[in-house]
C-alpha cells in the first residue's frame, strides 16, 4: 500500500522498497468543464544542486528537453489534453545515473501558455503524483494535490532527494507560481533570457 502524503510531508521510499534505484514519477490531472478553450498541462524536472538552483541549463527536463546530461531524469512524453484515467505525464529518475553534484529533482506542472490564456490551477482538480518503483512498478507513495491553488500557472508538486543515510526520499510540496513555466525556470536558476 502506497504511503498517502499529505503538504509538505515526505518519506523514505528506500524503506518502502529496499535497494531502490530508479522510480517513476507519475502525474495526473483532470480538467473542469471550462469555456472551452483546451487545456494543455506539462510535466518538467529540475535537477538542482546544493545551492537550490538547477546544475545547468540541460538539467532543465521538459518537453524539448528530455533527457538530463547524465541521462537520469528522462520527460516521459506530452499528453496534451490529460484525457484518461492514470499518469497523463511522467518523469523518470535513476540515482543510480545521477550525478553526485545533484541534491534534488524537483517536479512541477504548468499550464502552457495559461498567463496568455487566462488559465489557471482553478480549473485543474484530480492532480497528483504518484512514485513508482522501476524494478516492479508498485506505487510506493502518493500526493493528491488540494485545489487550493486557484490563480497558480505552474506547480511544483513534489521532489525527489537523497537523505543523510543516502536513502531516497520524496517530498510533497504543492508550491505555486502565477508567473507560470517561465517564472518557476526562472526561480530555479534556468536562464529563460
Known amino acids: ?23 517513476t514519477v507519475g502525474l495526473g490531472w483532470d480538467v473542469r468543464r471550462t469555456d472551452g478553450a483546451a487545456f494543455d498541462l506539462d510535466a518538467s524536472a529540475f535537477v538542482l ?8 541549463d540541460a538539467h532543465f527536463i521538459f518537453y524539448n528537453n528530455k533527457v538530463s546530461p547524465d541521462g537520469a531524469v528522462i520527460y516521459g512524453g506530452d499528453n ?28 512541477a506542472v504548468t499550464i502552457h501558455d495559461g498567463e496568455t490564456k487566462g488559465q489557471n490551477f ?12 522501476n524494478a516492479d512498478g ?16 505552474a506547480m511544483i508538486f513534489v521532489e525527489l532527494y537523497r537523505g543523510n543515510e543516502g536513502d531516497i526520499k520524496v517530498k510533497a510540496i504543492g508550491e505555486g507560481w502565477r508567473s ?14
Open 1 to 23: 500500500m502506497a504511503v498517502s502524503l499529505k503538504k509538505g510531508g515526505n518519506v523514505s521510499l528506500s524503506k518502502e522498497a529496499p535497494g531502490l534505484n530508479a522510480v
Open 49 to 56: 544542486g546544493a545551492n537550490d538552483k538547477v546544475l545547468s
Open 80 to 107: 496534451r489534453t490529460g484525457e484518461g484515467e492514470g499518469d497523463d505525464e511522467t518523469i523518470i529518475v535513476d540515482f543510480g545515473k545521477l550525478s553526485a553534484d545533484a541534491k534534488k529533482v524537483v517536479v
Open 122 to 133: 482553478g480549473s485543474v482538480q484530480n492532480a497528483f503524483a504518484r512514485v513508482t518503483n
Open 180 to 193: 507560470g513555466l517561465e517564472g518557476l525556470a526562472s526561480a530555479m536558476g534556468v536562464n529563460v533570457g
Open 138 to 153: 508498485r506505487e510506493l507513495a502518493r500526493y493528491d494535490l488540494s485545489e487550493d491553488a486557484s490563480m497558480n500557472v
